[in-house]
């Protein structure tokens, strides 16, 4: 079964320092892999999707992504947070029968001055 | 810029009582998906309609719950009675050609509710 793991609950980082957010999947075939950002009390905005080819996938508000299939990994790197960066962000996998999508737990970004 | 539309934003009710919850997707969006979103934790999906026929109510708690999208476009939700665990987002998404193994999923800022 699909399934996406976040191990980060919540992560803080100093307003202009590097940004890592980890995301590891389980999935049978070759994912679709996403990232979305959730600001309080929104929805969720797509950052940046991965299907196949190059591995280092870019984004939107500077973030990129690097599929590592050998460490089932689609981690989420912006080389300098800003302020506005601070929200909830989600990994997901999308199984491509039925369009559906199986989200992480999430991982709260805080940025500080 | 097309949105998906959700009302209300935010909701308070007493256990036992019904709510419901409405979605407007973007238009000419063929399928729409309502998720629940339990705080600190992802949106799982309740359910998923292709036009006005339900194509995934898998994990739609159906003795409380039900959803409805008569004409295939605006679509309710609805919960009756609603319990404590009830407690959530509810985020509704659509997205445009059902004939593809993938389409981008277009989030709505969902409806916060509260269950007293």
């Known amino acids: 079964a699909q399934s996406v793991t976040q191990p980060d609950i919540h992560i803080t980082v100093s307003e202009g320092a590097s940004l890592e957010l980890r995301c590891n999947y389980s999935y049978g075939a070759t994912p679709y892999l996403f990232w979305y950002v959730q600001s309080p009390g929104q929805g969720l905005q797509l950052l940046l999707k991965y299907f196949s080819g190059d591995t280092l996938v870019q984004g939107i508000k500077g973030f990129e992504a690097e599929f590592k299939r050998s460490q089932s990994s689609f981690n989420l790197r912006k080389p300098s947070v800003h302020w506005s960066d601070a929200a909830e962000y989600f990994c997901?996998?999308?199984?491509?029968?039925?369009?559906?999508?199986?989200f992480g737990t999430g991982t709260s970004l805080t940025v500080i001055p | 810029e097309a949105e998906v539309a959700q009302s209300p934003r935010y909701k308070i009710t007493e256990k036992s009582q019904a709510v419901a919850f409405w979605c407007d997707p973007i238009?000419?969006?063929?399928?729409l998906y309502w998720y629940r979103q339990i705080l600190g934790q992802g949106p799982e999906l309740l359910v998923q309609?292709?036009?006005?026929?339900?194509?995934?109510d898998s994990q739609l708690p159906k003795d409380r719950f039900s959803a409805e999208r008569l004409k295939g476009v605006d679509s309710t939700l609805k919960i009756q009675p609603a319990e404590l665990g009830d407690s959530a987002m509810y985020l509704c998404?659509?997205?445009?050609?059902?004939?593809?193994?993938?389409?981008?999923?277009?989030f709505g800022p969902g409806t916060r509710l509260t269950v007293l």
């Open positions: 997901a996998v999308h199984s491509n029968t039925g369009n559906q999508f199986y």
């Open positions: 238009s000419g969006h063929a399928t």
């Open positions: 998404a659509s997205s445009l050609d059902p004939g593809r193994s993938y389409n981008e999923q277009f």
């Open positions: 309609f292709q036009d006005e026929s339900v194509v995934d």
